[in-house]
């Protein structure tokens, strides 16, 4: 069992289950997060807790719940699978919460897990904070035993639903809704995007919409390769594994590329809803989004790679739409942290509203910029190229 330094990446500490993902660590970092909170956040007493699919993610997260109990902090504890951007909206709403832990590796193979703290925020922690956690780490700081303590069993969706429902226009999908398939892919966003759905009376076909620890063999991620249900004139929406990334695959059964999606949504909640403010990117996004802004009038705004420097920006300054090229997106009127359940919802509303496919908006972004973009790693043949201006590429 390898228990060596904990480093924690872009978005948190991932680990493999067993080996260097224990029950040792998941202390460690636990004990590191309550430090930081009673050294910078001595004022709120609440600490949420989820987990996504993940083989034993639930346990790791009742021990971690534990450990903030005998701290003195109430916990809301997840009763169910949970996403990413639904713990992280409720962290910004919940009464007196110090922020949110999330267990969960993402799009990674089925034999990791991760845990990652969100700040009451609602968006990834900063370098600053990470860097604090980690330090609590090394110093092997472990709380002194309180009382009283509170543990909540809590089901976060409502909330997130109430937020949602603000955003999206879900009469006008109900109204012209396109066909659609929603693959689950076995993941946490299972429970949540399909509910919303149902409950607003959307139609639509399901795959893939149970959980499995084992992602039906595959990687929970939305990605061509793993989204193999098509059916000829239906688009296919997916998440990874804790719905904080999406994928869209339109009628003609071609993968969309996040960089197309973000700058065709960018052009819709510009001209369509008439937002304002600037468009915050990650320097690997296409320049296809420096193009669009430049066409559309926009501010652009690029950070490192890692939605943490993107979060950063959002609460700093009014944004339109913030996003990058793995497929992570979010807009300024909601949570500083990436939402793939919202970027499927403004897929659709979008298509509602317009009354076009996706590749005929595809096909007009391409006509009003001016220039055609090739996205390496894209599996499908693009046909009728007349002229090749950019090449950029994505991550595999």
């Known amino acids: 069992m390898a228990t060596g330094k904990i480093k924690f990446g872009t978005d948190g ?63 809301m504890l997840s009763n169910s699978v949970c996403p990413t951007p639904v713990v992280a909206y409720a962290a910004t709403v919940a009464k007196s919460s110090a922020g949110a832990v999330m267990f969960t590796a993402s799009h990674n193979p089925k ?42 069993n809590s089901d976060f969706r409502e909330v997130y639903f109430s937020q949602i429902e603000k955003l999206i226009d879900f009469e006008t999908i109900k109204k012209h809704s396109p066909k659609f398939i929603y693959d ?21 076909e399901v ?54 999606i973000m700058a065709i949504l960018l052009k819709y909640l510009v001209e369509n809803k008439h937002k304002q403010g600037k468009m915050i990117k990650t320097v690997g996004v296409s320049a296809l989004l420096d193009v669009v802004c430049d066409k559309l009038g926009i501010e652009t705004i690029t950070t ?55 590749y005929e908006l595809q096909e007009e972004l391409h006509q009003i910029i001016g220039e055609t973009f090739i996205i390496i790693g894209t599996p499908f043949l693009i046909s009728s190229l007349k002229r090749l201006v950019h090449i950029v590429s994505i991550p595999s």
Request: proline fraction near 5%.
């Open 184 to 204: 689950g892919l076995f993941s946490a966003s299972i429970g949540c995007f399909d509910e919303i759905l149902k409950r607003h009376n959307i139609n639509f």
């Open 111 to 152: 034999n990791y897990l991760g845990m990652k703290f969100i700040p009451n925020y609602g968006g990834p922690a900063t370098k600053e904070i990470t860097d604090e956690i980690v330090k609590n780490i090394e110093e092997n700081y472990y709380p002194s035993s309180q009382y009283g303590a509170e543990l909540i």
């Open 13 to 75: 500490f991932r680990g493999i289950i067993a080996d260097d993902f224990t029950f040792e660590n998941v202390e460690k970092i636990t004990c590191g997060i309550i430090k930081y909170l009673k050294d910078f956040v001595q004022d709120r007493k609440s600490v949420l807790i989820a987990y996504d699919p993940r083989f034993m993610a639930d346990e790791f997260a009742k021990f971690s719940s534990e450990i903030f109990l005998k701290a003195g902090y109430n916990v």
């Open 207 to 260: 795959v893939n919409d149970h959980y499995d620890p084992n992602f039906g063999g595959f990687l929970p991620e939305p990605k061509p390769k793993f989204m193999k249900h098509f059916k000829n004139g239906y688009l296919t929406f997916a998440n990874d594994g804790d719905a904080d990334r999406y994928g869209v695959i339109d009628e003609n059964g071609e993968w969309v590329s996040p960089n197309e």
């Open 304 to 358: 490192p790679v890692g939605f943490k420097w993107l979060s950063e920006q959002m609460r700093k300054t009014q944004a339109i739409l913030a996003g990058e090229d793995s497929g992570g997106l979010s807009t300024g009127e909601h949570i500083p942290e990436k939402d793939g359940l919202l970027a499927n919802f403004l897929v659709l509303e979008m298509l509602a509203k317009t009354g076009k496919d996706l």
